[in-house]
């Protein structure tokens, strides 16, 4: 082969290794700032958070959720995408089994978020009530059925039970023990709440799989709640995850008690919440935040957890570290009262 002939086949060799690098796909992820919602707004829905059988109050200015933007768990990043994300300031690029776990398909991934969601609206419900005042009963709470057991199509995921047999219960080991004075076989009834309506429904027992003297009717229970107001939130069912919570129950906060945390200006933050109003880190809070400022934010409210994530960031906001709703609460009064210096800060 003559050395004009070796060169032309050594660079079309160069240049479709070069486009094959170019093309495959890296084991990462993007995240970059993704779109805020005013929970004190309003969607073609209503009300972002609705208030039915409880007083509401006028707020003002603007209480914003964060999110982030990921790549989906069925894309890709080629390596030029990757190096861009990773050079850009405002984006991360994160190792995909980080953020999605091997060997999940996407609907696992998505169901999963879902759920997040729900249980953040629903801890975000139960911490803000409380802190409002508003009275919340805990109840033992079906959290899911065995298909092949007993209670299939009688229990419900979501089943409040208030008695069992005619018997109050308030915590989960009273239903176990009041199950166990019976023997296999014999029927149970529970009184339940279901969609705000009061059931009573007869379970028969049967073995348990480890000892078959003992009887069980086939469901797993979690600490619930009741309370009387209901409170719906309208955000696009494409908005998933549990890092919204710290965001919703200062809206619903804000809107079941007088006077409005925001006054006028443009609060933005995230974090997630349990029923008693403790705030947890989350992930991507540098993206949060970008998205935040860019959409005008003047407070960002974090969690403590997540202030030696933030680091040295040059953003044109203050950065409010919280651990509870509670902290949120007092910082946004103190902004109010014009106490800038002692509101907590990350950094």
Known sequence: ???????????????????????????????????????????DKGPVIDVTGLPTYETNGRLLMTTVSTTSVDATLSLPEAIFVYLDPTSDAMPREVIYPPGKSSGQVESEAVA????????????????GGVKVTELPLVQSVVLSGPSADKLQPGDLITAVDGQPVTK???????????????PVVFSVLRDGKQLRVSVSTVSSNTRSSQPVVGINLEVGFRFDPIVAF???????????????ALGLYDRITEGALTQDRVVAGTGTINPTGVVGRIGAIREKIRG???????????????????????ADLTIVKVSTL??????????????????????
């Open 1 to 43: 082969m003559s050395r004009n002939a070796l060169a032309i086949v050594s660079s079309l060799l160069f240049a479709a290794l070069a486009a094959l690098l170019v093309l495959l796909p890296v084991p990462y992820v993007a995240w970059r700032p993704g779109q805020t919602i005013d929970v004190l707004g309003a969607t």
């Open 116 to 131: 997040m969601m729900d249980s953040s609206r629903n801890n975000a419900t139960v911490a803000a009530l409380r802190a």
């Open 172 to 186: 989960i080991e009273e239903i176990g023990a009041q199950i166990s004075t019976h023997a296999v076989g014999d």
């Open 234 to 248: 309208n955000i696009d069912a494409g908005v998933t995850g549990p890092s919204a919570g710290l965001i919703f």
């Open 292 to 314: 935040a400022e860019r959409d005008g934010a003047q407070v960002f409210l974090a969690p403590e957890g997540n202030c030696a994530d933030i680091g040295e960031i040059d």
């Open 326 to 347: 509670k902290d949120a609460i007092s910082a946004l009064q103190l902004i109010n009262e014009g106490n800038l210096a002692e509101v907590p800060t990350c950094g």
